[in-house]
């Protein structure tokens, strides 16, 4: 579960920012020779592009591909990716060598009933790298591929803050008076007396 979608738009807007400059470092970082915005239609409506990196003696594979985010009629975040052959990307470098490839994604961030800020993430995947890639290769880049959404997770995570909310709702409640049940009496008063706790407070000792 991540923390930031549904009633918080950022968390989506962020799947949508694949150019940003903190996707671009990672990119980079990977040894991934480009990653661009090829046009933008509308702030929701954009075509990518990009290289990706593959281990000798397999050639770089290209994926070009539209992304459009939209919400539905649930007030859910969605973004739907798939192939756009209308544009030709330019990398600044020879695209020889480069074999395409296929990519389509479906993203649908739904809302947590009561648990506002909260929201699941489920995505659909379809990949075709072109060409013949060896069972070995395809086994290492899957985590890759699906590492987008442990990204989201520790980028958007706000798990001290809704255990803080609750833990200061919880204190407000037990600091109110209470109306315990005979059986919480009887386990109050069991675990009292198994325990010997005494009425009055136990002095402070030094401790060596």
């Not at 200061?168 to 049940?181: I, K, L, P």
């Amino acid at each position: 579960m991540c923390v930031g979608a549904a009633t918080n738009p950022p968390l989506p807007a962020y799947w949508n920012e694949y150019c940003s400059r903190y996707r671009n470092r990672t990119s980079r970082e990977e040894l991934n020779p480009a990653r661009i915005a090829v046009l933008m239609r509308e702030p929701h409506d954009i075509t990518f592009a990009t290289v990706k990196a593959m281990p000798f003696p397999l050639r770089r594979r290209e994926f070009v591909f539209r992304c459009v985010a939209a919400t539905d009629d649930n007030g859910d975040y969605i973004h739907a990716t798939s192939p756009d052959s209308t544009v030709t990307p330019d990398y600044g470098f020879s695209r020889k060598n480069i074999v395409p490839g296929v990519v389509r994604m479906f993203v649908r961030f739904v809302g947590v009933p009561g648990e506002e800020g909260s929201c699941k993430v489920a995505l659909y995947q379809y990949l075709d790298a072109g060409g013949h890639v060896p069972a070995y290769v395809v086994n290492t880049t899957i985590p890759s591929a699906l590492g987008a959404l442990t990204e989201l997770r520790e980028l958007f995570q706000r798990d001290e803050e809704v255990d803080l909310r609750e833990r200061e709702g919880r204190a407000e409640r037990m600091s109110r008076e209470q109306v315990y049940t005979l059986e919480e009496r009887e386990t109050l008063d069991d675990c009292r007396a198994r325990l010997q706790v005494r009425s009055e407070p136990v002095p402070p000792r030094a401790f060596i």
